[in-house]
């Protein structure tokens, strides 16, 4: 979720909690630091870089910082996305099977699933299972940062589906990849965007289509 601000202002924020607890320290052991030799210098400095790699990694843990996220000041950087989230899949597979002659029905093909996300300051891990149980995807590659386009962020992730007993036209395991928009709608937040796989790409069987996830039942 650092990615969110970027790599110096993560250094910025771990720097100014380092010089807070030097502070701390100083204020509180000012006749030795004016009075001793300057090794007790550098033990206030290795303290303070200690002290503040404990707070970094405390406040940044996957149970405090998805807390953190909650709070109207936070969350306007980072937003609250950990949790579970109810997924609808609309894909092309429904066009698709009427080319393959195996439908003459709605060309919109639904999947309902359930996202599981969890946040740290350091990661992002999600997990998708389908609620037929037919596959399952674990993303492989996440990242998380403002939007230049439409939304207050936008979350971009790489994953990998495992279907044990697939259909004919699918395969055992494939990746894909999608893009979706953290929006808010009233009170609550949405995400929304496309998808694309390479599901059994050399048959010409690759999808594609809209992914939306809400706190609540969606399609």
Not at 13 to 39: D, K, M
Not at 96 to 104: A, E, F, N, T
Not at 106 to 124: A, H, L, P, T
Request: proline content about 5%.
């Amino acid at each position: 979720m650092y990615q969110v601000i970027g790599l110096p202002k993560t250094l910025k924020i771990f720097g100014i909690l380092c010089l807070l607890c030097f502070l701390v320290w100083y204020n509180t052991q000012i006749p030795v630091l004016l009075e001793g030799p300057v090794p007790d210098l550098w033990r206030a400095v290795s303290f303070s870089v200690l002290v503040g790699g404990f707070l970094l990694s405390t406040l940044g843990s996957e149970m405090v910082f998805p807390w953190l996220c909650k709070l109207p000041v936070v969350s306007a950087y980072f937003p609250p996305i950990s949790g579970e989230w109810n997924v609808c899949m609309e894909s092309n597979w429904g066009v698709m099977q009427k080319w393959l002659g195996q439908s003459d029905g709605d060309e919109r093909f639904i999947k309902n699933g359930k996202v599981r996300i969890k946040v740290s300051f350091f990661k992002v891990s999600m997990d998708f299972e389908s609620d037929d149980r037919y596959s399952e995807s674990r993303a492989i590659n996440i990242s998380v940062r403002p939007s230049e386009q439409v939304g207050l962020f936008e979350l971009n992730y790489l994953y990998v589906n495992h279907t044990i007993i697939p259909l004919t036209t699918d395969t055992n395991v494939h990746t894909g990849a999608a893009r979706v928009f953290v929006k808010k709608v009233g009170d609550d937040l949405i995400m929304e965007g496309t998808y694309f796989t390479n599901r059994n790409w050399t048959k010409g069987l690759n999808t594609a289509g809209k992914v939306t996830f809400t706190r609540y039942p969606t399609c």
